[in-house]
């Protein structure tokens, strides 16, 4: 993994304290945070903007959140060298007349709705509230769209599900071409949906994991590439794209704001062979540095004994 990615998931999701809660970090704690990752060896941020509760028209708040990810985006690259990712929800958006009454630091996921991806009109009307939204942040690398949790609508297929991909791989060619397009496998999207429609909870089969992955390799959205689902990659032929996301290896989520340290955990997880690399998250992450150094460590194929927490922590 010395020439790959070794990453970290910025989750500004939670809506608690500064500087516990990402979503209330000012630019210099941003400025901080990445370049103690960049000291450690990481060399890349996936930032969750959570634009799916923004409302329209945009609060001031949300415009404030925007402007400060555009400069974030561009000390990462400018300053740190560091490629920068988003994460975004295949088809949530605000309920607006709800969202509008909190600001985007109080906001919490209790104002959003699904967007029926068999119904072309409301498709069309998400994208371009989208479009305007992400043009702050266009300077991204790349953008991870989840499969799942939040996503999903009672009854779709795989095959919506990928061509919602396919509609975002234009809305990114308008925004900057070049931006790249990631699906993110973790639940699975026909999991999700009978989810929604049963209320009963399981992760998706290999069958369609393999199935959605077929889909989006036939309609080749370029440039793209995947998180997780190696194996599916591999019988495809197309492993060399998947960067492998190490969910809760660092800092389970949702859990108490406690640092983590002991284990082997995070270390095994960095030292995973991801093709393209690894990207390790955290929900609290000053407090997690033990195992965000293990993670780093590992990724890097270094050892981390002892000694080497306590050099780290004598830094």
């Known amino acids: 993994m010395k ?5 970290m998931y910025v989750h500004q999701h939670w ?4 500087p516990y809660a990402a979503r209330t970090w000012r630019l210099e704690d941003w400025r901080g945070y990445a370049a103690g990752l960049r000291a450690l060896g990481y060399n890349a941020l996936l930032i969750w ?6 409302p329209v028209p945009l609060l001031p708040s949300d415009r404030e959140n925007l ?39 109080q906001r919490f996921f209790y104002c959003d709705r699904r967007v029926n991806p068999a119904d072309r009109q409301a498709v069309e009307e998400m994208l371009r509230r989208r479009e305007e939204v992400l043009k702050p942040l266009c300077k991204a690398d790349g953008i991870a769209i989840i499969d799942s949790d939040p996503g999903g609508y009672p009854g779709s297929t ?9 509609a975002h791989r234009a809305l990114f060619d308008r925004l900057r071409p070049g931006i790249e397009l990631i699906y993110w496998m973790h639940a699975g999207w026909e999991a999700y949906c009978r989810f ?10 290999e069958a369609e994991f393999s199935e959605a992955l077929t889909l989006l390799k036939a309609r080749n959205p370029e440039p793209w590439g995947l998180a997780n689902g190696l194996h599916c990659a591999q019988v495809l032929g197309v492993a060399e794209r998947v960067i492998l996301f190490s969910y809760g290896a660092i800092e389970g989520e949702p859990s108490f704001p406690l640092t983590n340290f002991g284990g082997e955990g995070a270390y095994r997880a960095g030292n995973q062979p991801g093709p393209r690399g690894v990207m390790g998250n955290a929900q609290t992450h000053c407090i997690q540095l033990p195992n965000t150094f293990a993670f780093a ?10 000694a080497d927490y306590v050099e780290f922590a004598e830094r």
């Open 158 to 166: 795989n095959e919506e599900f990928i061509g919602l991909l396919v």
């Open 49 to 54: 903007p959570v634009i799916e509760t923004m």
């Open 196 to 205: 929604y429609q049963t209320g009963r909870f399981e992760f998706g089969t």
């Open 67 to 105: 402007e400060k990810l555009s400069k974030v985006i561009d000390l990462l690259h400018e300053q740190l060298d560091m490629r920068v990712y988003l994460a975004l929800c295949p088809n949530v958006v605000a309920y607006d007349e709800v969202a509008s009454r909190a600001s985007f630091g």
């Open 297 to 306: 460590r590992g990724a890097q194929g270094k050892p981390v004994g002892e």
């Open 15 to 18: 809506p608690y304290h500064h």
């Open 3 to 7: 020439d790959g990615i070794v990453g």
